[in-house]
């Protein structure tokens, strides 16, 4: 089945790129909708109707909630789901949201307050993770290695952050420089790949760069996996997973994942997997 689908983004990078030069070999017409003119909010949706679907990516996650909240209203077909997005969006509603689903996620408490974050170090204990409740791309996120400088880092979060920014998570410090990127469409596990920090920086972020490998097949991944597409529904998702000595936990999900790394670690052929995904829903 054909169709013409709007890829939502505020730019064409190299993964947008790819998606629509794939699209007309899988009989798929897919064009660009610049996310930041779409004026979106009347009920028949004028600046995107004449698409079959729209295919969310927004580096924003923020942006990209609302975009996705906006096309459904108007009966378009949207991937990924805005439900999806907005738990993707807010970390510490993922983390419940999967927690209550029985998915293994990182240990966390939440940090609203100097007296939150001075309770949280004492039941934690350093080293720990300090991260923004709303964010993405390893941007604000904090290792704090030891008591001593602790006080002085919440400083820049009191003094810096506004309202919602001023949010925040801390947990354990469970990664030894790896974490495992799994690529979902669908239901399915496309591709996994293990990335190592690189460069003196402790964070193991594909957005940053760090080195990756393939994964071999491994049930506890898949476990977890199945976990959090059962809870969040289908759709095209970049799982982060951190090993502990218990098995696999969540770290992050992205809504609109970069897949630059992951491809090219397993030589998977992601935008096919994407475009064939785009044409069942259509379907």
Same mark, same amino acid.
């Not at 906006?70 to 997005?85: D, F, R, V, W, Y």
């Not at 934690?124 to 791309?137: S, T």
């Not at 760069?209 to 994964?215: E, I, V």
């Not at 759709?235 to 609109?256: K, M, Q, S």
């Given at each position: 089945m054909g169709g013409k689908v709007a890829i939502v983004a505020d730019r064409i990078g190299w993964e947008e790129r790819l998606l629509i030069k794939s699209a007309p070999d899988l009989g798929l017409q897919i064009e660009w909708a610049n996310d930041e003119s779409l004026c979106l909010g009347h009920a028949d949706a004028p600046s995107i109707n004449a698409y079959d679907a729209v295919l969310i990516r927004s580096r924003s996650y923020t942006r990209g909630g609302l975009l996705a909240t906006?096309?459904?209203?108007?009966?378009?077909? #949207? @991937?990924?789901?805005?439900?999806?997005?907005h738990a993707c969006e807010n970390k510490l509603e993922l983390r419940t949201l999967l927690r209550d689903a029985g998915v293994p996620?990182? &240990?966390?408490?939440?940090? /609203?307050?100097?007296? &939150?974050?001075e309770r949280a170090l004492d039941e @934690?204990?350093? %080293?720990?993770?300090?991260? %923004?409740?709303?964010?993405?791309?390893g941007k604000r996120v904090t290792l704090i290695r030891d008591a001593d400088t602790a006080q002085s880092v919440y400083d820049y979060v009191e003094d810096l952050g506004h309202g919602f920014e001023q949010?925040? @998570?801390v947990e354990p410090y469970l990664a030894d420089g790896t974490s495992v990127r799994c690529f979902v469409v669908g239901r399915e596990l496309i591709a996994a790949a293990e990335f190592e920090s690189a460069g003196g920086d402790w964070r193991s972020n594909a957005a /940053?760069?760090?080195?990756?490998?393939?994964?071999?097949h491994d049930p506890d991944v898949m476990k977890v996996v199945d976990g959090v597409v059962d809870r969040l529904? %289908?759709?095209?998702?970049?799982? &982060?997973?951190?090993?502990?000595?218990?098995? *696999?936990?969540?770290?992050?999900?992205?809504?609109? %994942?970069?897949?630059?790394?992951?491809?090219?670690? #397993?030589?998977? &052929?992601? *935008?096919?997997?994407?475009v064939r995904y785009v044409q069942e829903t259509l379907a």
């Open positions: 906006l096309a459904e209203s108007a009966g378009m077909p #949207t @991937l990924n789901s805005a439900a999806a997005i996620v990182a &240990d966390f408490r939440l940090v /609203l307050s100097r007296r &939150d974050f @934690l204990h350093v %080293p720990v993770v300090l991260k %923004p409740v709303f964010g993405g791309m949010a925040a @998570l /940053l760069g760090n080195q990756s490998r393939a994964l071999a529904g %289908p759709g095209i998702y970049g799982i &982060d997973l951190f090993r502990t000595a218990h098995g *696999p936990v969540v770290n992050e999900v992205n809504h609109a %994942p970069a897949f630059r790394a992951v491809a090219t670690a #397993t030589d998977a &052929d992601i *935008p096919a997997s994407i």
